[in-house]
């Protein structure tokens, strides 16, 4: 699977919009981009997934261009509860399930 | 409804016991998967099953480690005998067959003294 590049950390403040983008040079035809974010003591949960242009839901958006090769999850008016560990992810659709390979994430600092 | 659920959330045994964490999937998730961090490290597959079958366990570190999911409901992941470099956080996830995202858990954390 890709192995995915990321920011190791990034501080914000209130109110801003906080784009954090990831590197997958390596990313197949059938892989997924899927973007978890992380709070202390608790399991990854699931904000975002794309395959090329953009997504968008109720919490962020996920930018990916043509080549595919990288992608920034743009989160809008981030609060301090959105401080966490985000992770880049690729996901390869398998038989009825997928193998995620987690990198490193990014450990977002929001700040009053 | 119910979310992943795993148990126990804290486990601290001595090297060379054995130890069983329990996962049990959102109902009606075929998928079911095993991860874990160890100290300092990333978050690294170990396991899927689908249903009752392993689909890939090319993650599992050694024969110390045994999953099971009999039935193709819970599943349990046996730790024996456990080591020192064992310890870590190890979270079960389930997903659809054919959805777009995993549910995790809150993690089973393993302190092997």
Redesign the interface.
């Known amino acids: 699977l890709a192995k995915t590049t990321q920011p190791i950390s990034m501080d914000s403040y209130e109110g801003q919009e906080v784009n954090i983008t990831c590197s997958h040079n390596n990313i197949a035809t059938n892989d997924y981009i899927t973007w978890y974010q992380q709070f202390p003591s608790q399991g990854p949960r699931f904000i975002i997934q794309g395959y090329k242009t953009k997504v968008t839901n109720e919490v962020a958006s996920l930018f990916i261009p043509a080549d595919r090769k990288s992608s920034t999850l743009s989160l809008p008016r981030v609060s301090l509860s959105d401080t966490a560990v985000y992770y880049c992810l690729v996901d390869r659709r398998g038989t009825g399930g997928f193998k995620t390979i987690f990198g490193a994430g990014t450990r977002l600092f929001v700040k009053a | 409804e119910a979310g992943?659920t795993q148990f126990p959330s804290h486990s601290v045994i001595e090297k060379g016991q054995t130890v069983t964490l329990r996962c049990d999937p959102i109902s009606g998730h075929?998928?079911l998967?095993w991860?874990r961090r160890v100290m300092g490290k990333?978050?690294?597959?170990l396991l899927?099953f689908?249903k009752e079958s392993k689909?890939?366990e090319s993650g599992m570190p050694n024969n110390r480690f045994l999953a099971e999911r009999t039935g193709g409901t819970y599943s349990t992941l046996k730790v024996q005998p456990a080591e020192l470099e064992d310890s870590g956080v190890y979270?079960c996830?389930s997903?659809r067959?054919?959805g777009?995202?995993?549910?995790?858990?809150?993690?089973t954390r393993l302190t092997v003294v």
């Open positions: 992943v075929d998928n998967y991860y990333e978050i690294k597959f899927h689908v689909q890939d979270f996830a997903s067959t054919g777009t995202e995993a549910f995790f858990g809150q993690g």
